[in-house]
């Protein structure tokens, strides 16, 4: 058997689960602890991110014509990558967050919906917050008037249907005040 027919199940492998990958990040994993290791893939695991280690020769050929393409110069040396399917910054965000702990792992780059990223952008992705985070915002942002508006209705609900004192104070002192400011004002001419 050839060497290209030994490599080419591993290449199909990596085209395989790139496919229809959201993000893919490169890392170097270079120094990490076992233990480290072993909870960097549970995280990533948790989050719905794949991690492999695999050759950079490899990776090269199966991501050939392919938006992960660009990732090529930064294969170099021992890479693991991360990929993700369904939350665009699942990858970036939770290997940014366990390099703060172990300061080994290093985030070479990543292509995240078809746009390439180096290291510095990387970590402006792992800054966004997760889709679900970001629905549970603007959830919360709803609610907010919705809860006050709510209360307001309560409290007059439990006034007998009148407004509150001070709301009804306001409402008739207004209208008095104006009229009184315009009697004091003289024409000009």
């Given at each position: ?14 085209s395989e689960q790139v496919k229809d ?118 959830l919360g942002s709803l609610q907010s ?45």
């Amino acid at each position: 058997m050839a060497k290209v027919e030994l490599k080419q199940p591993i290449v199909q492998e990596i085209s395989e689960q790139v496919k229809d990958a959201a993000t893919v990040v490169a890392v170097d994993y270079r120094g990490l602890t076992v233990a480290e290791d072993t909870e960097l893939r549970k995280q990533l695991r948790e989050a719905g991110v794949t991690y492999k280690v695999y050759k950079n020769t490899m990776m090269n050929f199966a991501f050939k014509g392919t938006d992960f393409e660009a990732l090529a110069p930064v294969l170099e040396g021992p890479t693991a990558i991360a990929i993700c399917a369904d939350d665009a910054t699942a990858p970036a965000r939770v290997l940014a967050k366990f390099a703060k702990t172990a300061p080994a792992l290093e985030i070479k780059a990543g292509v995240v919906e078809g746009a390439f990223y180096d290291a510095e952008g990387m970590k402006a992705i792992a800054a966004v917050p997760s889709r679900d985070e970001l629905i549970s915002k603007l959830l919360g942002s709803l609610q907010s008037p919705i809860t006050n508006f709510a209360r307001v209705l309560n409290q007059i609900a439990e006034q007998g249907g009148e407004a509150a004192p001070a709301e009804a104070e306001a409402a008739t002192e207004a209208p008095a005040e104006a009229p009184a400011e315009e009697a004091t004002e003289t024409p000009a001419e």
